[in-house]
Protein backbone atom coordinates (compact mmCIF):
# COMPACT_ATOMS: atom_id res chain seq x y z
CA UNK A 1 0.00 0.00 0.00
CA UNK A 2 1.72 3.77 -0.67
CA UNK A 3 1.45 6.35 1.64
CA UNK A 4 0.61 9.44 0.29
CA UNK A 5 1.50 12.90 2.26
CA UNK A 6 -0.10 16.12 2.17
CA UNK A 7 1.49 17.41 -0.97
CA UNK A 8 0.99 14.18 -2.90
CA UNK A 9 -2.65 14.05 -2.19
CA UNK A 10 -3.24 17.45 -2.70
CA UNK A 11 -1.26 17.28 -6.48
CA UNK A 12 -3.39 14.05 -6.86
CA UNK A 13 -7.30 15.34 -6.45
CA UNK A 14 -6.26 18.83 -7.48
CA UNK A 15 -5.00 16.97 -11.41
CA UNK A 16 -8.34 15.00 -11.34
CA UNK A 17 -10.31 18.30 -10.97
CA UNK A 18 -8.36 20.00 -14.06
CA UNK A 19 -8.02 16.77 -16.42
CA UNK A 20 -11.12 15.39 -15.27
CA UNK A 21 -9.67 11.44 -15.44
CA UNK A 22 -9.82 8.48 -12.41
CA UNK A 23 -7.69 6.04 -14.06
CA UNK A 24 -3.86 7.45 -13.27
CA UNK A 25 -4.70 7.10 -9.84
CA UNK A 26 -6.91 3.99 -9.45
CA UNK A 27 -4.42 1.91 -8.50
CA UNK A 28 -3.11 3.79 -5.89
CA UNK A 29 -6.14 4.01 -3.74
CA UNK A 30 -6.41 8.05 -4.01
CA UNK A 31 -9.74 8.28 -5.87
CA UNK A 32 -12.20 5.29 -6.54
CA UNK A 33 -14.05 4.80 -9.56
CA UNK A 34 -16.95 6.96 -10.40
CA UNK A 35 -16.17 9.73 -8.24
CA UNK A 36 -17.35 12.62 -9.40
CA UNK A 37 -16.66 14.81 -6.55
CA UNK A 38 -14.81 18.30 -6.83
CA UNK A 39 -12.02 18.78 -4.08
CA UNK A 40 -12.66 22.19 -2.22
CA UNK A 41 -9.83 24.81 -2.36
CA UNK A 42 -8.22 23.52 0.97
CA UNK A 43 -8.69 19.28 1.52
CA UNK A 44 -7.93 19.64 5.29
CA UNK A 45 -10.29 22.23 6.52
CA UNK A 46 -13.81 20.98 7.33
CA UNK A 47 -15.57 23.85 7.60
CA UNK A 48 -15.25 23.99 4.16
CA UNK A 49 -17.59 21.11 3.79
CA UNK A 50 -21.48 20.98 3.48
CA UNK A 51 -23.86 20.56 6.12
CA UNK A 52 -25.19 17.20 4.54
CA UNK A 53 -21.90 15.54 5.87
CA UNK A 54 -22.50 16.35 9.43
CA UNK A 55 -26.05 14.96 8.74
CA UNK A 56 -25.46 11.88 7.41
CA UNK A 57 -25.59 8.64 9.25
CA UNK A 58 -22.53 7.81 10.99
CA UNK A 59 -20.57 4.34 10.23
CA UNK A 60 -17.29 3.93 11.69
CA UNK A 61 -14.85 0.80 10.53
CA UNK A 62 -12.47 0.13 12.79
CA UNK A 63 -9.70 -2.57 13.35
CA UNK A 64 -7.71 -3.34 16.14
CA UNK A 65 -4.63 -4.73 15.74
CA UNK A 66 -3.68 -5.59 19.73
CA UNK A 67 -6.93 -7.75 19.86
CA UNK A 68 -7.37 -8.77 15.96
CA UNK A 69 -11.02 -7.52 16.36
CA UNK A 70 -12.86 -5.51 13.69
CA UNK A 71 -15.99 -3.53 13.77
CA UNK A 72 -17.81 -1.72 11.23
CA UNK A 73 -21.05 -0.04 12.42
CA UNK A 74 -23.52 3.12 12.06
CA UNK A 75 -23.59 4.32 15.63
CA UNK A 76 -25.63 7.76 14.63
CA UNK A 77 -28.53 8.43 12.42
CA UNK A 78 -31.29 10.81 11.95
CA UNK A 79 -29.67 12.70 15.19
CA UNK A 80 -29.78 9.82 17.71
CA UNK A 81 -27.07 7.92 19.11
CA UNK A 82 -27.14 4.18 18.61
CA UNK A 83 -26.53 2.85 22.67
CA UNK A 84 -25.94 -0.62 21.50
CA UNK A 85 -23.43 0.43 18.43
CA UNK A 86 -21.89 3.00 20.99
CA UNK A 87 -20.90 0.23 23.57
CA UNK A 88 -19.55 -1.91 20.61
CA UNK A 89 -17.09 0.71 19.85
CA UNK A 90 -16.29 1.12 23.99
CA UNK A 91 -15.45 -2.53 23.98
CA UNK A 92 -13.26 -2.16 20.73
CA UNK A 93 -11.53 1.28 22.22
CA UNK A 94 -11.00 -0.77 25.47
CA UNK A 95 -7.99 -0.77 27.34
CA UNK A 96 -6.82 -4.38 26.09
CA UNK A 97 -4.25 -5.16 28.29
CA UNK A 98 -6.28 -4.77 31.64
CA UNK A 99 -9.50 -5.87 29.39
CA UNK A 100 -11.29 -2.82 31.08
CA UNK A 101 -14.07 -1.02 29.25
CA UNK A 102 -14.85 2.30 29.52
CA UNK A 103 -17.51 4.85 28.70
CA UNK A 104 -15.84 6.98 25.81
CA UNK A 105 -16.62 10.25 24.99
CA UNK A 106 -18.67 10.79 22.20
CA UNK A 107 -16.77 13.86 20.41
CA UNK A 108 -13.69 11.28 20.40
CA UNK A 109 -16.08 8.79 18.50
CA UNK A 110 -17.15 11.42 16.27
CA UNK A 111 -13.49 12.61 15.35
CA UNK A 112 -12.52 9.33 14.28
CA UNK A 113 -15.92 8.97 12.00
CA UNK A 114 -15.32 12.23 10.69
CA UNK A 115 -11.84 11.33 9.79
CA UNK A 116 -12.65 8.24 7.46
CA UNK A 117 -15.22 9.93 6.00
CA UNK A 118 -14.19 12.94 4.81
CA UNK A 119 -11.03 10.89 3.25
CA UNK A 120 -13.51 8.61 1.58
CA UNK A 121 -15.10 11.13 -0.40
CA UNK A 122 -12.15 11.14 -2.37
CA UNK A 123 -11.74 7.66 -2.47
CA UNK A 124 -8.96 6.69 -0.04
CA UNK A 125 -11.04 3.90 1.89
CA UNK A 126 -9.42 2.18 4.34
CA UNK A 127 -10.36 1.25 8.37
CA UNK A 128 -9.55 3.70 11.11
CA UNK A 129 -6.72 1.51 12.81
CA UNK A 130 -6.79 1.90 16.84
CA UNK A 131 -3.54 1.70 18.49
CA UNK A 132 -4.24 3.02 22.25
CA UNK A 133 -8.02 4.26 23.54
CA UNK A 134 -9.24 4.22 26.93
CA UNK A 135 -6.46 3.59 29.01
CA UNK A 136 -6.33 2.53 32.96
CA UNK A 137 -4.28 3.70 35.35
CA UNK A 138 -1.65 0.66 36.02
CA UNK A 139 -1.12 0.56 31.80
CA UNK A 140 -0.43 4.21 31.65
CA UNK A 141 2.16 4.29 34.46
CA UNK A 142 3.44 1.04 32.80
CA UNK A 143 4.20 3.18 29.91
CA UNK A 144 5.55 5.99 31.59
CA UNK A 145 7.85 3.97 33.54
CA UNK A 146 8.78 1.95 29.86
CA UNK A 147 9.51 5.76 28.56
CA UNK A 148 7.06 5.41 26.21
CA UNK A 149 4.53 8.03 25.12
CA UNK A 150 2.45 8.27 27.93
CA UNK A 151 1.20 11.95 30.17
CA UNK A 152 0.61 11.24 33.62
CA UNK A 153 -2.75 13.03 33.27
CA UNK A 154 -3.42 11.24 29.99
CA UNK A 155 -6.97 11.98 28.41
CA UNK A 156 -6.82 8.50 27.87
CA UNK A 157 -7.49 7.89 31.58
CA UNK A 158 -10.99 10.16 30.65
CA UNK A 159 -11.61 8.47 27.59
CA UNK A 160 -11.58 11.46 26.20
CA UNK A 161 -8.56 10.59 23.71
CA UNK A 162 -7.30 7.91 20.83
CA UNK A 163 -4.52 7.23 18.75
CA UNK A 164 -5.18 5.67 15.78
CA UNK A 165 -3.92 5.59 12.25
CA UNK A 166 -5.43 5.49 8.80
CA UNK A 167 -2.86 2.81 6.82
CA UNK A 168 -1.29 4.04 3.71
CA UNK A 169 -2.60 7.91 5.00
CA UNK A 170 0.88 9.48 5.81
CA UNK A 171 0.24 10.51 9.78
CA UNK A 172 0.75 14.03 8.55
CA UNK A 173 -2.00 14.90 6.42
CA UNK A 174 -4.39 12.57 8.93
CA UNK A 175 -3.23 14.80 11.77
CA UNK A 176 -3.85 18.36 9.73
CA UNK A 177 -7.38 17.29 8.49
CA UNK A 178 -7.90 16.34 12.80
CA UNK A 179 -6.48 19.64 13.59
CA UNK A 180 -8.74 21.23 11.14
CA UNK A 181 -12.09 20.06 13.31
CA UNK A 182 -10.95 21.87 15.87
CA UNK A 183 -12.24 19.45 17.98
CA UNK A 184 -9.21 19.17 20.63
CA UNK A 185 -6.03 18.25 20.99
CA UNK A 186 -3.79 16.61 18.24
CA UNK A 187 -0.50 15.24 18.77
CA UNK A 188 1.37 14.24 15.81
CA UNK A 189 3.73 10.71 16.08
CA UNK A 190 6.25 10.38 13.00
CA UNK A 191 8.03 7.18 13.51
CA UNK A 192 10.28 5.00 11.12
CA UNK A 193 8.47 1.63 9.80
CA UNK A 194 6.10 0.00 7.93
CA UNK A 195 3.08 1.32 9.78
CA UNK A 196 5.09 4.84 10.38
CA UNK A 197 3.45 6.62 12.80
CA UNK A 198 -0.01 7.85 14.26
CA UNK A 199 -1.90 10.46 15.63
CA UNK A 200 -3.13 11.96 18.93
CA UNK A 201 -7.05 13.25 19.10
CA UNK A 202 -8.72 13.94 22.08
CA UNK A 203 -11.40 16.26 23.22
CA UNK A 204 -9.15 18.60 25.57
CA UNK A 205 -8.56 22.31 24.84
CA UNK A 206 -7.54 23.11 21.28
CA UNK A 207 -3.49 22.75 21.31
CA UNK A 208 -0.59 20.93 18.61
CA UNK A 209 2.69 18.91 19.41
CA UNK A 210 4.88 16.72 17.93
CA UNK A 211 5.84 13.29 19.92
Known amino acids: MHNF ?4 FIKAVSTLAVIGSVEPFLNR ?3 AAGSDLVPPPDLFDPGLVDLTFWLQPRTLEMVRPQSGERLNITYWKDGHLNPIAYEQIC ?4 DVQANQVFRMDTQIIDTLWAAQAFVRRYGFVAPVEITSGYRSPKTNA ?5 GLPAARNSLHLKGQAVDFRL ?15 R ?3 VGFYFRVG ?13 R ?3 G
Open 183 to 185: AGG
Open 208 to 210: VWR
Open 167 to 181: PGLHPRVLGELVEGF
Open 91 to 94: GLLR
Open 142 to 146: RLIEK
Open 194 to 206: AKGGWIHADTGPE
Open 29 to 31: GVL
Open 5 to 8: DRRS
